[in-house]
């Protein structure tokens, strides 16, 4: 059993940052890659960045150079920095993982949290 908590969201005005956290739990298990994906009102999730547990970051175009994801694998524990906020990131922001589950089985899993909005105004 895995779960992912995402906190850090709130509003904040056009230029300004947000540092979104999200904290992995649950015994008998490992987490790989993990990532960021938002969704604002009337479109479809999109992905916003991903770091795998070696560091490699990937970024949409739309938040390249703006925002910074990071992990710490000791603390199953992933940040995205966001500064230079525009409106056009407002969104709900989900935390995703993947994620190997070793009891009561092995399994595989791809676990989402529960999502924390963040609002940019102009």
């Known amino acids: 059993q895995v779960r992912l908590v995402e906190s850090g969201g709130g509003l904040v005005q056009a230029g300004g940052s947000l540092r979104l956290s999200c904290k992995a739990s649950g015994s008998s298990s490992s987490i790989n890659a993990m990532g960021w994906y938002r969704q604002a009102p009337g479109k479809q999730r999109e992905l916003v960045a991903t770091?795998?547990?070696?560091?490699?970051?990937n970024y949409a175009d739309s938040v390249q150079g703006r925002f910074t994801i990071s992990r710490d694998n000791a603390k199953n524990t992933v940040y995205l920095q966001m500064n230079s906020l525009q409106p056009e990131d407002t969104a709900v922001y989900y935390c995703?993982?993947?994620?190997?589950?070793?009891?009561?089985?092995?399994?595989?899993?791809?676990?989402w949290g529960q999502g924390t909005v963040v609002t940019v105004s102009s």
């Open positions: 995703n993982a993947d994620a190997v589950v070793f009891l009561p089985d092995y399994r595989r899993l791809e676990v």
């Open positions: 770091v795998t547990r070696a560091g490699t970051t």
